[in-house]
């Protein structure tokens, strides 16, 4: 089992980065598949990007390829999204989570965080 807590997020203004991190807690952090996910008022949980457990294969939703860059340090339990050229439409809470597949569908994703707000503003 796995703890997971978000940090990092803010309000930034639209063009602006932000870099969310997210610690794990326990010793089986790299055994896991870990992505982030986004929701926004009245909208579905969307897969914004996953990496892989230790070769660092990376995957995206299509509107942030580009802008938006996923990593993982296993040293450190902890899990990064580095996003830059941030749009309002990217106004969300975003979530870390932990599965065994490397796939964009939450319901693969066993363990989740409690959530970090980005707003940004335009």
């Known amino acids: 089992q796995v703890q997971l807590v978000e940090s990092g997020g803010g309000l930034v203004q639209a063009g602006g980065s932000l870099r969310l991190s997210c610690a794990a807690s326990g010793r089986t952090f790299s055994s896991y598949v870990m992505g982030w996910f986004r929701q926004a008022p009245a909208k579905e949980r969307e897969f914004v990007a996953a990496v892989g457990r230790s070769d660092g294969s990376t995957y995206y939703l299509d509107s942030v390829k580009g802008r938006f860059t996923i990593s993982r340090d296993n040293a450190k339990n902890t899990v990064y999204l580095q996003m830059n050229s941030l749009k309002p439409e990217d106004t969300a809470v975003y979530y870390c989570?932990?599965?065994?597949?490397?796939?964009?569908?939450?319901?693969?994703?066993?363990?989740w965080g409690q959530g970090t707000q980005v707003t940004v503003s335009s």
């Open positions: 989570a932990a599965g065994s597949l490397r796939t964009s569908n939450y319901r693969t994703y066993a363990y």
